[in-house]
């Protein structure tokens, strides 16, 4: 319904304009938690085990497959890991079968397409909050089938479930900025990868 996909992509685009919530997001930067709580892993780990369910029903609402399904993957880490890029956020990483050489990935390698990493965050402040934060995916397209963006395909999923924007659908150009970052990581893949342990 091309007229309902319009009104959506203008609610979008004004969700992203205006400051709606503490958790203002802008194109271009990724809004910063400044006073993250200084917990430990297996704290971090525990809380995260407390919204978990929550954050998963509220993908769920997303028009998206992978939104759904994701913590039925492979979670690539033990316990969730601060953030820099993406704004001071604990993450989780996981990924489809497609993409289970995500953890062996060598520079110059890359992934298969249909592979699909999915990354979940959640906000912990110093003052005992505890927030869902957004979803992040990248999907692997076939080969040549994106060559701007590396063959992959961007979307993001606010914590209640709206899709912010898809590079392959809705507000595509709101996702300009996903690729403008993991550009740097481009000799493997465009990814990122597991931060090093500390
Ligand atoms: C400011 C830089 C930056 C921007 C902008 C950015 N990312 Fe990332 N992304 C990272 C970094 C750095 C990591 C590695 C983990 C971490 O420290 O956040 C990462 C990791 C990821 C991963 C896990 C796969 C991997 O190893 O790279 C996904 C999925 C992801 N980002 C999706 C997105 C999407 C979708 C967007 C846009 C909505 C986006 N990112 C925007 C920096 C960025």
Redesign the pocket.
């Known amino acids: 319904m091309p007229v309902f996909n319009h009104v959506k992509a203008a609610l979008l685009s004004l969700l992203i304009f205006t400051p709606v919530t503490a958790n203002t997001i802008k194109p ?3 809004f910063k938690i400044e006073d993250p709580a200084d917990i430990s892993a297996e704290q971090a780990e525990k809380l995260y085990q407390t919204i978990i369910s929550r954050m998963k029903s509220s993908y769920a609402l997303a028009d998206y497959p992978a939104a759904k399904y994701y913590q039925r993957w492979q979670r690539f880490n033990a316990e969730p ?6 704004g001071n956020r604990y ?1 989780n ?1 996981y990924g489809n079968r497609t993409a289970s050489n ?1 953890l062996s990935l060598q520079p110059g390698q890359q992934m298969a397409q249909g592979a699909i ?3 979940d965050s959640f906000t912990a402040k110093k003052d005992g909050g505890l927030l869902p934060g ?1 979803l ?3 999907e692997k397209l076939e080969s040549g089938g994106k060559p701007e963006y590396g063959d992959w395909r ?3 999923v606010l914590p209640d479930g709206a899709v ?2 898809d ?1 392959e659908g809705a507000n595509a150009e ?2 300009l ?6 550009i ?2 481009q000799s ?1 893949d ?6 090093e342990p500390k």
């Open positions: 271009g930067e990724h890991y601060l953030s820099e890029g993406h993450l990483n995500y990493l999915a990354k957004a992040f995916l990248m961007y979307v993001m912010l924007g590079s709101a996702m900025f996903c690729h403008g970052c993991h740097a990581a493997t465009y990814l990122f990868l597991l931060p």
